[in-house]
C-alpha cells in the first residue's frame, strides 16, 4: 500500500511541475512583466533609419489597444545564431506615453525581432506582421 501511495504522489508531483513550466514563456521571461502598462494615453511609431519617414501618432483608445493588445500577445525566444544588428530590414520604434507623461519604448525588427529597454532582441513567436498592423491602422 506504501508504495502505491509513494507511486501516486510522485505522479502527481511530476504532472504538478509540467503544468507550471507549460505556463511561462519559452524565454522564462513573462510577458506580463516585460510589457507591464499603466494608462497608456499615446503611441508614437516611427521607423528608423528616419530617413525612410515613416511615423505615426495615435491617440484613439481603441488603436492604442489594439496595439498595445498586439505588443502583449507577443511571445519569443531567445536568439541562437541570429544577429538582428547585423540584418537589413525596417526597424520601428513604439513608444508608449503614459498618463503621468512617463513613456516607455519597444523596438520591432521587420515581423521577425523584439526588444525593449528592459532587455535585448528576442525572436518572436506566434503573431505576426507588425507592419501591416501600423499601415492599416490611421495615424491621428
Known amino acids: 500500500m506504501k508504495k502505491i501511495a509513494s507511486c ?6 511530476i504532472c504538478i511541475l509540467l503544468v507550471a513550466c507549460d505556463n511561462k514563456t519559452i524565454s522564462g521571461f513573462p510577458n506580463t512583466v516585460a510589457v507591464k502598462e499603466k494608462t497608456v494615453i ?4 516611427a521607423s528608423q533609419p528616419q530617413q525612410e519617414d515613416y511615423t505615426r501618432h495615435y ?7 489594439e496595439i498595445c493588445d498586439y505588443i502583449r500577445r507577443l511571445t519569443w525566444n531567445d536568439l541562437k545564431d541570429e544577429n538582428p544588428d547585423m ?7 513604439v513608444t508608449y ?6 513613456t516607455k519604448t519597444y523596438y520591432f525588427k521587420e515581423d ?15 503573431v505576426e506582421n507588425f507592419k501591416n498592423l501600423i499601415e492599416n ?4
Open 8 to 13: 501516486i504522489l510522485f505522479i502527481t508531483s
Open 42 to 45: 499615446a503611441i508614437d511609431i
Open 59 to 65: 491617440s484613439d483608445a481603441i488603436k492604442i489597444e
Open 87 to 93: 540584418e537589413n530590414g525596417a526597424e520601428y520604434s
Open 97 to 102: 506615453t503614459y498618463e503621468d507623461e512617463t
Open 112 to 126: 521577425s525581432y523584439f526588444k525593449s529597454e528592459n532587455f535585448d532582441w528576442k525572436l518572436i513567436n506566434g
Open 137 to 140: 491602422t490611421v495615424s491621428d
